[in-house]
């Protein structure tokens, strides 16, 4: 299985610079060759990811390195419903604002682990 995983950060500032430029209507949309990231209402979809999909096995390993324990792993087969790999394609979003999201997985990761850390002490 693999995922396109986005730190939030990424999400923040994506969503930071999409605020102030509210979406408009899409006068050309058509129910008969429709755009589903647009619509005559004003809204648009925007994909926010890192592009960059990973093994969902990396991710648990990345972790482990982190906390510096191994983890309690319980794999199981596809679950309905469930797809093979995601990947976010950000063309819009770098059209709209000049922002894609760029942190790497593994730095992701070490930053999630060291805030979660220190939250749990409090």
Same mark, same amino acid.
């Given at each position: 299985?693999?995922?396109?995983? #986005?730190?939030?950060?990424?999400?923040?500032?994506?969503?930071?610079?999409?605020?102030?430029?509210?979406?408009?209507?899409? &006068?050309?949309?058509?129910?008969?060759?429709?755009? &589903?990231?647009?619509?005559?209402?004003?809204?648009?979809?925007?994909? =926010?990811?890192?592009?960059?999909?990973?093994?969902? #096995?990396?991710?648990?390993?990345? =972790?482990?390195?982190?906390?510096?324990?191994?983890?309690?792993?319980?794999?199981?087969?596809?679950?309905?419903?469930?797809?093979?790999?995601?990947?976010?394609? #950000?063309?819009?979003?770098?059209?709209?604002? *000049?922002?894609?999201?760029? #942190?790497? =997985? *593994?730095?992701?990761?070490?930053?999630?682990?060291?805030?979660?850390?220190?939250?749990?002490?409090?």
């Amino acid at each position: 299985m693999r995922r396109d995983f #986005t730190y939030v950060d990424d999400v923040v500032e994506a969503v930071v610079r999409l605020v102030p430029r509210p979406p408009a209507p899409n &006068p050309a949309w058509s129910g008969d060759n429709p755009d &589903p990231a647009t619509s005559r209402a004003p809204w648009h979809v925007y994909n =926010i990811g890192n592009s960059q999909p990973v093994e969902v #096995t990396e991710v648990v390993r990345l =972790i482990e390195q982190a906390v510096g324990k191994p983890a309690v792993r319980e794999l199981l087969p596809m679950q309905p419903g469930d797809v093979p790999e995601t990947c976010a394609d #950000t063309t819009d979003l770098e059209r709209a604002v *000049g922002f894609r999201p760029r #942190t790497p =997985i *593994g730095e992701g990761v070490r930053r999630f682990v060291d805030w979660f850390l220190r939250f749990r002490q409090k």
